[in-house]
């Protein structure tokens, strides 16, 4: 954009003002010649790509908690951290517009939990806990 705005004929200047930059950003911007991102074309693997045939196998053994999957991992040489393996094996759902959301959402609620199935409403709020209340300091 502040190139194509310089081979309109504006000086840094003006670019500087509209855009908002300083005008010694706007001259460095005039100036570097047009690049290619480095990466651009590339496919850049995983660090987890070399062990997905063990995730696979902890996870039809049904090992989905991550923290023991990466000890697994690492006495094997896996260099990686732990975000990576959880957006790997817990991978994140797509989001959906607000209404859809809420209308999925509406039977999961934690107070449609019957009583007695440990649900946070049991054990974290003050004012509704049924029973004698020696949890909440009463």
Known sequence: MTRKKA????????????????????????????????????????????????????????????????????????????TILKDDVHPQPQKQGRAAESAHRGGNRVADLPAGTGGVQERHHRGNVQGNGAECGE
């Open 7 to 82: 081979m309109e004929g504006k000086s840094a200047y003006a670019i500087s003002k509209e855009t908002g930059v300083a005008e010694n950003t706007a001259k460095r911007y005039i100036d570097q010649p047009v690049r290619q991102h480095g990466l651009k074309g590339r496919i850049k693997g995983s660090k987890l790509d070399p062990y997905k045939p063990q995730i696979d196998a902890m996870l039809w053994q049904v090992i989905f908690n991550c923290v023991v999957m990466q000890e697994r991992l690492q006495e094997t040489g896996y260099k990686g951290g732990i």
